[in-house]
């Protein structure tokens, strides 16, 4: 058992990695999605374990093929990617059961069995990054998801999946191209390619400026996978043309897991708050955040496709998230985690409800809507309290987070900050509220009226987004305290 | 047409030996000289991909079916992954090879090469699977008489 213990960190990825290649080996749809459920519950356990492992004993260090870092690959668990780790695998376990019913009604047995492999490697791939202390290995496994995640994209209901997933393909090579930049220029200036032997050996150099030069690259190259506006562009087509499942599942996980490192690489890695703070890096992140705080919003205000106003919703969130990074505080930062952590649940949820109203409807078109409201009913209860916690009503986990951004700027005295972070709330509660004036007031069309209910299978998992939104909500102690300590991490560089 | 010229299709039946035994070579050379599973698949997919420029890819398809190659790309990553998990057993870190043999070198041996023979497999089959995708969409494309023969 001690054994096992100490074998987690490995397990975490290798178990989605032999699932997924039993998928592809086997190629048989109703299988290769239980070897999906087994396998994203118990990455999920892992993620638990090795969380309480964590708190029980600190960091974790696992050596890949026993060899010792700095020279092997290390895999080390902290507070930080701990709680990353479980974010990401805890939302791939919720959507795993829902995603049977949607599957399977579009795709034959071979198709489906290439989606869940997919599936499986973007859940590879970003646990990988998240749990793993070598920097060109990040690159490896940031490569791993993003590839499987433009396939798992084209294969949308929607012809235009092909073009949004290509657009993605062209902006997320570039992204990568940028990072392993970065990662190179730092491993000619250190010669090593360890995150914390590195993180030993930067502040010596870190004014030269090949240094700066990669704290560049790599700031804009993972912007790019994060959707940090202006580099969002291949966001909204990437989530609103691919299968609903794809959405709530990368909505839910890979920008998360890119904002993961921005907060590595800056912090930990560059030095803490004080080096962050002593680049130009807070003034232009604060700029591009609000900014996507705004125009974001405001697009999403005027689209008529749903998956799309969602998809741009979630640009004006990043804004949100990147807004708390960039104050660089322990209060501001434990807000960019909570809201990581709570914006995680919140858009899966969404992006899965839409994904039933597509399954019995097929369509997302806000017209289309009118009146649905009465025949699906709990899907759209559902989603007017996920949408109220997107907007960050007290009673929501949407409240906490913004509460710990907005206390973040009083803290620096930037008190119109506050005004702003109401306001882009203010946005989010019309795009919400155009959807729930849709589908509640206004008379069902014939579509609507043969509507049933969304098969229960669809729901449960939904509802329990629902309720860990609602539970979050009111007893933070798991998401902000836990947020609050890896902050400190954050801040004091303490690795 | 291309098939017809007999001297290229004596001379590939004369070159695909050599290639494929130059491609188990650098395979298992590898650990010695510069060479590997990576290269070593590529080259051995290149005496495949050369056979069907020259006779066809449905005359490629029957040394290699399709489906065969499909079941091959992932069967090379459970090699791969298997040894790790093989490490396991033996209470090792996962993808330490050093319990597999008497001495930690000779383990270190066996197990990079068992990893490598993972890696030809899957970079074998995935570089051919690209080439039946591609040239297949030709196939599909001359039934409906749209190429330019």
Known sequence: MEFLQEQLPALQVVLPLVAASLCALFRFGYLSWLITLSSSILSFLVAVFLLLRVLEQGIISYEIGGWSPPFGIEYRVDLINAFVLLIVSGVSAVIVPYTQKSISARFDSTEQSWFYCMYLLVLTGLLGVTITGDAFNIFVFLEISSLASYAMIAMGRDRRGLTAAYQYLIMGTIGATFIVIGIGLLWAMTGTLNLYDLAGRLPEIKNTRPVLAALAFLTVGVSLKLALFPLHLWLPNAYAYGPSVASAFLAGTATKVAIYLLLRFFFTIFGGATFFTETPLPEILKILALLAMFAASIVAIFQSNIKRMLAYSSVAQIGFIVLGISYATETSLTGAMTHMFNHAIMKAGLFLLLGAIMFRLGSVKIEALSGIGRKMPLTMAGFVILGLSLIGAPGTAGFISKWYLGLGALEQGEWWILVLIVSASLLTMIYIGRVVEVAYFREPTDEVVQLKEAPSEMLWPAYLLIAAAIYFGFDTSFSADLARQAAVLLVNAVY | ?149
């Open chain 2, 1 to 149: 047409m291309i098939r017809d010229t007999i001297i290229l299709r004596v001379v590939i039946k004369l070159l695909l030996p050599a290639i494929l035994l130059f491609a188990l070579y650098v395979q298992f050379h590898g650990d010695y000289g510069p060479g590997g599973g990576f290269q070593a698949g590529v080259a051995a997919a290149a005496a495949i991909i050369l056979y069907g420029l020259v006779f066809g890819v449905s005359a490629a398809r029957k040394i290699v079916p399709q489906k065969f190659l499909f079941s091959l790309i992932p069967i090379g990553v459970l090699v791969f992954s298997g040894t790790g998990i093989v490490s396991w057993f033996f209470g090792a870190n996962y993808l330490d090879y050093s319990p597999f043999g008497s001495d930690s070198k000779s383990g270190q041996h066996l197990g990079i090469l068992i990893v490598e023979l993972g890696v030809f497999i899957t970079v074998f089959s995935t570089m051919l699977a690209i080439f039946y995708s591609f040239a297949g969409r030709s196939e599909i494309l001359s039934l409906d008489g749209d190429t330019d023969k």
